[in-house]
């Protein structure tokens, strides 16, 4: 079509025969609906699922195909079923690894992949995989099924789930690559890489990307492969000639990464990531680092000189949860108004914080 005959304005109007989705009447009947089900009035998540049933019901008046409809429906159901079965194990730590499913079994990636895993099994963690053979597979037999998540994908070409996970209850089947990828993130604490073709690595810049940004909480991210392999090597040099030579990434994005040595480098680092720091979230503009135990004061006044670049203004404070945290109450904080920008470089504040040592009596508050 000329691009004069194009439509103007392809958004077309919310209009139906009936009522619109937001005329009062219409929304008690939402409100009657919610209240049959439980909902409190005026509690937030009662407010959301009312916001997603508003929506819902303007897809009726949107004209959307059958096809979009279809992907809207399929996708919201895949990860609701799939935040259902994470929940039933929300408190160990998880690992998601990544790698390609072509390894063999006698390669030293996949040998480097099972002693990896079994190590942060043994320290208490669990692992996710894509569910299939070569490294998917190492990364379960690591841990065992007990300790194990799959993550699949429903391919004509990929075979049936590794029969370290198949038929588990943690095994989750799904039908969209954007819906699988946000449970590999978002449910972990660390992601580790190990050599693979175009998943791996489409999941590698994934990754780097979401903590780059912003849009994933801090988390470490390691590079492993077997004795005497240059895989990552090479990819590390690509980065810096390509990149971090270019201005494509900042000169403190590579700090996001760490190329490991051995398993137990990796996870010794990862481990590491977590010797004092907890997790991290946003209070408004307020960036708030969780604690395991409370600083001096003379480290956080330290602290808040050396990563100055990052604070928008005022400076570093410890103290207990700020109005609106509703979780891990008991553990102490570390918050700055957060200039938004530089990562790589709360990153590095994550390693500081873990090298010092910290206050050995209770948070008091």
Not at 41 to 53: A, C, S
Not at 148 to 162: D, K, M, Q, W, Y
Not at 257 to 266: K, L, Q, T, V
Request: hydrophobic share 40%.
């Amino acid at each position: 079509m000329p691009l004069a005959e194009r439509p103007t304005d392809p958004i077309q109007p919310e209009t139906s025969a009936g009522r619109r989705i937001d005329d009062p009447a219409v929304l008690a009947q939402i409100d009657a609906l919610l209240a049959s089900a439980g909902a409190r009035p005026g509690d937030t998540q009662t407010r959301l699922v009312r916001d997603l049933i508003q929506n819902g019901l303007k897809l009726l008046t949107d004209g959307r195909d059958l096809g979009e409809l279809k992907l809207m429906v399929n996708s919201f159901k895949e990860m609701r079923y799939a935040y259902r079965v994470f929940g039933r194990f929300k408190d160990p730590h998880k690992v998601t690894i990544f790698g390609s499913a072509r390894t063999p079994e006698d390669h030293p990636d996949y040998t480097a992949c099972v002693e990896f895993s079994r190590l942060m099994a043994e320290a208490g963690w669990m692992a996710i995989t894509g569910a299939g053979l070569g490294i998917m597979k190492a990364g379960h037999v690591g841990p065992g099924r007990d300790a194990s998540f799959g993550v699949a994908i429903r391919l004509p070409f990929e075979t049936s789930a590794n029969p370290v996970i198949a038929g588990d209850e943690k095994l989750i089947n799904f039908r969209y690559f954007f819906t699988r990828k946000l449970m590999f993130i978002s449910q972990a604490e660390a992601v580790a890489l190990f050599p693979g073709g175009f998943g791996t690595l489409d999941e590698a810049f994934e990754a780097l990307t979401l903590v780059q940004t912003g849009r994933s909480v801090p988390m470490p991210i390691v590079m492993v492969e077997g004795a005497g392999g240059d895989y990552w090597k090479g990819w590390d040099l690509f980065i810096r000639e390509h990149l971090l030579r270019r201005g494509w990434v900042s000169p403190e994005d590579p700090a996001i990464y760490h190329i490991a040595e051995s398993p137990a480098d990796a996870a010794q680092h990862i481990l590491q990531f977590y010797r004092n720091y907890h997790s991290s979230r946003y209070v408004r503009d307020h960036f708030v680092i969780r604690l395991n135990k409370p600083l001096a004061e003379a480290d956080v006044a330290a602290l808040e000189n050396e990563f100055r670049v990052l604070i928008k203004s005022g400076g570093l404070r410890q103290s207990g949860p700020l109005e609106g945290e509703d979780d891990h109450l008991n553990l102490p904080r570390l918050s700055f108004e957060h200039t938004k920008h530089k990562y790589g470089v709360v990153h590095a504040l994550i390693d500081r914080i873990n090298e010092l040592t910290p206050r050995q009596e209770p948070w008091a508050g």
